[in-house]
């Protein structure tokens, strides 16, 4: 019985170790690499659509129009305006190179002939300021109280009194020189008291409240900086356009898209979104506000036709 049981058992063993040898083993599944994590991105804004190339002058910069308006443009069109801020003159030879989308200037006849020469379509009126003489607080010219500014040219020349010009062909620049041919005078370099800058508005008073000179500056931009002025006062032009009696001093801007069939490269539509945006009432609003609060008087006065 012994003998029985024991080689049952090896038998047994035996058939389940033939079992194991022929079973197929459970495949397990490959490795799979784990994939790079990726940074997130950064939020970016969107880019502007356009780029839209602004000639002007100075003093729309420098009294801080354009840093007060500009943002409201931007927004609403998204596209950014790039501005050059130089003399009339300048912005437009700019502006008849094709080199300008729009400009916006003062110099009404300078603006004209641009126009009739094909360089713009059409002029717009958008706001004005007036001039006014500046100069040292002790008056050496003894001009105070007088209300025509040709009258105050000739006595500034007669006392051979420092005069700062801008002398940088810009719209005050040509207004300077029409007020001495009106005074029957040619201002030139050999004259000791006379002084072409070749500067723009915010350098020109800031040499003249440097060395006691008297000069002609737009309003807006003398009111802008006159925290930075402390030598300069108002000698004639009084202390608002509404006391300004020599109405030759009145500052008309005005603004133009560039002529694509003269300058195909201009980007005549968004300019035109841009010339119908500063005339629309929302932002001659803003224009006639402008500056009010800090010097109880706007820096421009808007005049855009309906």
Known sequence: MKHFTLAFILTFAALIMAGCATATPTALPPTVAPQPTVAPQPTQAPASACALRLAT??????????????????????CQVDVVAVGTGQALEIGSKGDADVVLVHARKSEDKFVADGHARERFDVMYNDFIV??????????????????????????????????????????????????????????????????????????????????????GTYLAMRDKLPNLVIILGGNSLDENKDKALLNPYGVMAVN??????????????????????????????????KFGQPLFYPNAKP
Do not use: C
């Open 134 to 219: 500046v100069g040292p607080k002790d008056d050496p010219a003894q001009i105070l109280g007088m209300t025509s500014s040709a009258d105050a040219f000739k006595q500034i020349a007669t006392k051979q009194a420092s005069f700062a010009s801008r002398g940088d062909k810009s719209g005050t620049n040509s207004k300077e020189l029409s007020i001495w041919a009106s005074a029957g005078i040619t201002p030139t370099k050999e004259m000791a008291w006379y002084n072409a800058l070749g500067q723009g508005m915010g350098e020109t008073l800031l040499t003249s409240n440097e060395k006691g000179m008297y000069t002609l500056t737009d309003r």
């Open 260 to 293: 694509p069939d003269k300058h195909p490269g201009v980007q005549y539509e968004m300019a035109m979104n841009f010339v119908n945006w500063l005339v629309s009432p929302d932002i001659q609003k803003m224009i006639g506000t402008f500056g009010v609060d």
């Open 57 to 78: 002058t100075t003093s729309t910069a420098d009294s801080g129009l354009l840093d007060a308006i500009l943002p409201d443009f931007e927004k609403k069109f998204n």
